[in-house]
């Protein structure tokens, strides 16, 4: 059996058409257009790419897009100064800053000065903290965009084994928050884990949050799983010319798609949802912050996702 493939540039392409759709009903209805600030500090080449992607993608969709790109030495207290004016600006909806920042800059000070109702990114405290109780708030883009790529799959998630790989702040926990909220049976591995061929066996929905090429083998993947593959890494691309590179999931893709019933690609898969969700995200910010009501096609995602 060859598995269903879970297009990301599809999926992403409906998503931004529907928020596109969404920011003209906002505008209509109150004015204002949302608006999403992009904190690049450093000339990380990856990073930089990601950031004009998402302003790009941003304008695409018809709201305002604010690019603040700073030199790696920048002082961490000039960084918070920036935050807090995005926080008092209000032609900004929703903050990210680009991570990993330099070393001398502590990210967890630096989150923490985002305000938590535009932290579109989720990671603050306050929308963490939500998530874990089960209550709704801001959340994290790549979890969020996986949840509907599991929504599109269709196969109802309730009572379904999922294990989550990986436990990082910004993938693995929240991706296990959002699958037990969908009332799966959850299990997080990670590098400690024992046995984690046997673990992956289990389960129902995989999702792989690692950051180690291929290291998920088709013969870990139970027969019919949905598999999301979160990671993104760069490897040796001989083939296609001396010092190329291409870049692969943490999943064998090859050996799981003859065993999986629907997976992910990389590249294609997650990373485009991931860009979509973020402007999603800064569009449900624009409504919360407003104490508005997010858009009712959210509501519905949510309740099919979440029961509520
Ligand atoms: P982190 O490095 O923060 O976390 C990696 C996690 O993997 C840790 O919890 C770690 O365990 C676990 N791990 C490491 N080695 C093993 C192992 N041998 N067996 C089991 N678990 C292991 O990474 P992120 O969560 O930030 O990112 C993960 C991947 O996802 C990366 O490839 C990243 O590039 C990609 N990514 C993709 C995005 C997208 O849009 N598609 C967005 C964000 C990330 P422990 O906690 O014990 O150390």
Same mark, same amino acid.
């Given at each position: 059996?060859?598995?269903?493939?879970?297009?990301?540039? !599809?999926?992403?392409?409906?998503?931004?058409?529907?928020?596109?759709?969404?920011?003209?009903?906002?505008? @209509? @209805?109150?004015?204002?257009?949302?608006?999403?600030?992009?904190?690049?500090?450093?000339?990380?080449?990856?990073?930089?790419?990601?950031?004009?992607?998402?302003?790009?993608?941003?304008?695409?969709?018809?709201?305002?897009? &604010?690019?603040?790109? +700073?030199?790696?030495?920048?002082?961490?207290?000039?960084?918070?100064?920036?935050?807090?004016?995005?926080?008092?600006?209000?032609?900004?909806?929703?903050?990210?800053?680009?991570?990993?920042?330099?070393?001398?800059?502590?990210?967890?000070?630096?989150?923490?000065?985002?305000?938590?109702?535009?932290?579109?990114?989720?990671?603050?405290?306050?929308?963490?903290?939500?998530?874990?109780?089960?209550?709704?708030? *801001? =959340?994290?883009?790549?979890?969020?965009?996986?949840?509907?790529?599991?929504?599109?799959?269709?196969?109802?998630?309730?009572?379904?084994?999922?294990?989550?790989?990986?436990?990082?702040? +910004?993938?693995?926990?929240?991706?296990?928050?959002?699958?037990?909220? %969908? #009332?799966?049976?959850? !299990?997080?591995?990670?590098?400690?884990?024992?046995?984690?061929?046997?673990?992956?066996?289990?389960?129902?929905?995989?999702?792989? @949050?690692?950051?180690?090429?291929?290291?998920?083998?088709?013969?870990?993947?139970?027969?019919? @799983?949905?598999?999301?593959?979160?990671?993104?890494?760069?490897?040796?691309?001989?083939?296609?010319?001396?010092?190329?590179?291409?870049?692969?999931?943490?999943?064998? &893709?090859?050996?799981?798609?003859? =065993?999986?019933?629907?997976?992910?690609?990389? /590249?294609?898969?997650?990373?485009?949802?991931?860009?979509?969700?973020?402007?999603?995200?800064?569009?449900?910010?624009?409504?919360?912050?407003?104490? *508005?009501?997010? /858009? %009712?096609? &959210?509501?519905?995602? #949510?309740?099919?996702? &979440?029961?509520?």
């Amino acid at each position: 059996m060859t598995a269903r493939r879970i297009d990301g540039k !599809t999926l992403s392409e409906a998503l931004r058409t529907t928020v596109a759709e969404e920011v003209g009903r906002f505008q @209509a @209805a109150h004015g204002a257009v949302p608006g999403l600030a992009v904190v690049l500090v450093g000339e990380d080449p990856a990073s930089s790419v990601y950031v004009a992607s998402k302003a790009k993608q941003t304008v695409e969709v018809g709201m305002r897009s &604010f690019e603040h790109r +700073l030199p790696a030495d920048t002082p961490e207290a000039e960084l918070l100064a920036l935050i807090e004016k995005l926080n008092r600006d209000d032609a900004v909806d929703g903050i990210l800053v680009q991570l990993p920042v330099p070393r001398h800059i502590d990210s967890g000070r630096v989150i923490a000065a985002i305000d938590p109702l535009k932290d579109v990114d989720g990671l603050t405290e306050i929308n963490a903290g939500r998530l874990a109780a089960g209550r709704p708030g *801001l =959340v994290p883009c790549t979890p969020y965009g996986s949840m509907m790529m599991l929504d599109w799959v269709g196969r109802p998630l309730a009572g379904l084994d999922a294990v989550v790989v990986g436990r990082s702040e +910004l993938v693995g926990r929240p991706m296990a928050q959002l699958l037990l909220m %969908a #009332n799966c049976t959850v !299990t997080i591995a990670h590098s400690k884990t024992r046995d984690l061929a046997e673990v992956c066996r289990r389960a129902d929905v995989l999702v792989a @949050a690692v950051g180690r090429p291929k290291m998920i083998p088709g013969d870990w993947v139970k027969p019919g @799983a949905t598999v999301i593959d979160v990671g993104i890494n760069r490897i040796p691309a001989p083939e296609k010319g001396e010092g190329k590179t291409r870049l692969v999931g943490d999943v064998d &893709f090859e050996t799981a798609v003859e =065993v999986a019933g629907a997976i992910t690609p990389v /590249p294609g898969g997650v990373g485009l949802m991931t860009v979509a969700t973020l402007l999603a995200n800064t569009l449900i910010a624009a409504h919360l912050r407003r104490g *508005l009501t997010p /858009p %009712a096609v &959210f509501a519905d995602l #949510n309740r099919r996702l &979440f029961g509520r």
